[in-house]
């Protein structure tokens, strides 16, 4: 499936703007980290895409969320590599993150949230005026973004990323991806 199917196959079930900005949002960060890692980018960047095709669908029963998910990429003949991740990106599955793949995205998932969170108060409010420095304050302000999940991101450590140098990846794939992320 080529990008621009997996972004039409993602908004026939995921309608809500701001979540498909997410997924964007995601998707730029994954493939920059598979950039880093030596990984295929179009493989790790297609899971950030991907992510939350199922969120619409399990509002109501977040329990269900990724794993309806990996069901439908599964079924649409995505890797099992992405269906993994997908799976496991959410905790509340009771599949814990185990390939780089899949710890990438858990980390990735609440960063964009963060980085957005941090350019909406930022005084110039434009992602091209955040620097890392910015992100690094904010994520020491425990009430700031509090749905960001700190020990989340702090999992990039088991990356072999220090919070600092996630946080820079992060924010320079997103960046790139200013004007899709209306950011």
């Not at 890797?79 to 799976?87: N, T």
């Not at 304050?137 to 990356?159: H, N, P, V, W």
Request: proline share 2%; net charge negative; glycine share 6%.
């Amino acid at each position: 499936m080529t990008r621009e199917e997996a972004l039409a196959f993602l908004q026939k079930y995921l309608t809500h703007r701001n979540l498909i900005k997410h997924s964007l949002a995601c998707e730029a960060i994954m493939g920059r980290l598979a950039q880093v890692f030596g990984e295929d980018r179009t493989e790790w960047a297609m899971a950030g895409l991907l992510h939350d095709i199922d969120y619409e669908l399990t509002k109501g029963e977040p329990k269900k969320h990724g794993l309806l998910g990996a069901q439908l990429l599964k079924e649409a003949g995505f890797s099992e590599a992405i269906v993994l991740a997908v799976r496991a990106h959410n905790e509340m599955t009771g599949y814990q993150p185990e390939g780089r793949m899949e710890k990438a995205l858990w980390t990735v998932d609440p960063t964009s949230g963060f980085i957005v969170a941090c350019v909406l108060v930022h005084p110039q409010r434009s992602i091209r005026d955040v620097d890392v420095a910015f992100l690094l304050s904010r994520f020491r302000e425990k009430s700031f973004a509090r749905g960001a999940k700190r020990e989340q991101i702090l999992s990039c450590e088991a990356l072999g990323l220090s919070l600092e140098e996630f946080l820079s990846i992060a924010l320079e794939a997103m960046q790139e991806q200013a004007e899709a992320l209306e950011l």
